[in-house]
């Protein structure tokens, strides 16, 4: 269950965190809390997984040369195949959709030509082709992702 | 653009499975790369100013909040007005990410990403219903994709 602490944190805390010593309890100082309780908040939300991490978001193409890759794999042979995929280090999303491509994931290089070798190897490893659909242009301006945390 | 430099990048590296939840998280850093805590804070400030870092804060998990639905829907639209329909569509609430990406013929018509995330089916199909109305007779073809497993989920890796 959420507490209305909690909720705050979740909702008020996307972007902005605090870039100071003690960030936590610049925090606590703007909720009227102590920067215990924002600790305890967050190691709960973190614990149970209601928060992947608290830390910096970098947009695509900021470190290295990413691409989203599709791939058209037969249902059997997905989880082998998946398995095959996200043991590469440079692979840091996975996902099975349903779909005729129905594994897409997000490969990240350190430059253009490690990414074309590892979309290689990575077909030469599978079997399957790599379609490549690399980034051409961002439209979203990140201001984090309004929850409705009201039946949370 | 902004040179990154090796410690830059180790601070980054540093911080992607999450900032310490303890008093001085940017202490603990400096003091894993043998920085100082002002030194980390002054650079993470320098790549925020330039757009290296988008922002700083928590990443919810959407799916443990509830959105349970989660659709990547793919668009196909005229590359004359993808600028002026990607921002309108980037815009929208319940929209977390959106991009410009090539399309590959014949598999693949569709140029418009846009990740969309509902609590129900019928959320989420309201949500394409206002991307549909919103692109009008610019959307020549569209597809919505959703993810029934998550196999892989991490931040940022950089190989050094």
């Known amino acids: ?3 209305a602490l909690h909720k705050r944190l979740l909702n008020d805390f996307q972007r ?48 290295g040369v990413s691409t989203l890759v599709a791939m058209s794999v037969p249902e059997q042979q997905i989880q082998t195949v998946a398995d095959k995929i996200s043991a590469y280090a440079e692979v840091n999303h996975n996902y099975q959709r349903e779909h005729q491509f129905n ?11 490690h990414l074309q070798c590892l979309l290689n190897a990575i077909e030469q490893d599978t079997g399957y082709s790599a379609l ?20 949370a | 653009m902004l040179a990154l430099d090796e410690i830059d990048l180790a601070i980054m590296r540093a911080t992607q499975a999450g900032l310490s939840l303890s008093p001085q998280p940017y202490q603990v850093i400096a003091e894993q790369l043998g920085l100082t805590a002002d030194i980390v804070m002054a650079r993470m400030a320098v790549m925020q100013d ?41 815009q929208l609430t319940f929209v977390s990410h959106c991009y410009h990406r ?31 109305e919103l692109l009008g007779t610019d959307n020549q073809a569209c597809d919505v994709l959703y993810s029934t497993k998550i196999l892989k989920k991490t931040g940022f890796r950089s190989r050094s």
Do not use: C
Not at chain 1, 103 to 113: C, G, K, M, P, Q
Not at chain 2, 56 to 67: E, R
Not at chain 2, 103 to 130: E, S
């Open chain 1, 132 to 151: 490549s659909l690399p980034l051409i242009d961002d439209f979203f301006i990140d201001l984090g992702f309004k929850l409705d945390l009201q039946h």
């Open chain 1, 1 to 3: 269950m959420l507490t």
């Open chain 2, 50 to 90: 330039s757009g290296i870092i988008r922002r700083i804060g928590a990443v919810p998990n959407h799916y443990k909040l509830g959105y349970r639905f989660n659709g990547m829907t793919v668009w196909n639209v005229p590359d004359d007005r993808i600028d002026e329909l990607g921002v309108k569509v980037g």
């Open chain 1, 103 to 113: 594994l897409w994931f997000v490969a990240i290089a350190t430059n253009a030509e």
């Open chain 2, 102 to 132: 090539p399309r590959h013929l014949p598999d693949w018509p569709y140029n418009l990403f846009a990740m969309v995330h509902g609590k129900t089916q019928a959320d989420v199909d309201t949500q394409i219903q206002q991307i549909t």
């Open chain 1, 16 to 63: 902005d965190f605090p870039l100071s010593s003690r960030p936590y309890q610049e925090i606590a100082d703007m909720l009227g809390v102590s920067e215990a309780d924002v600790l305890t908040a967050l190691t709960e939300l973190n614990d149970n997984h209601y928060i992947s991490r608290i830390g910096p978001i970098i947009p695509p193409n900021q470190l």
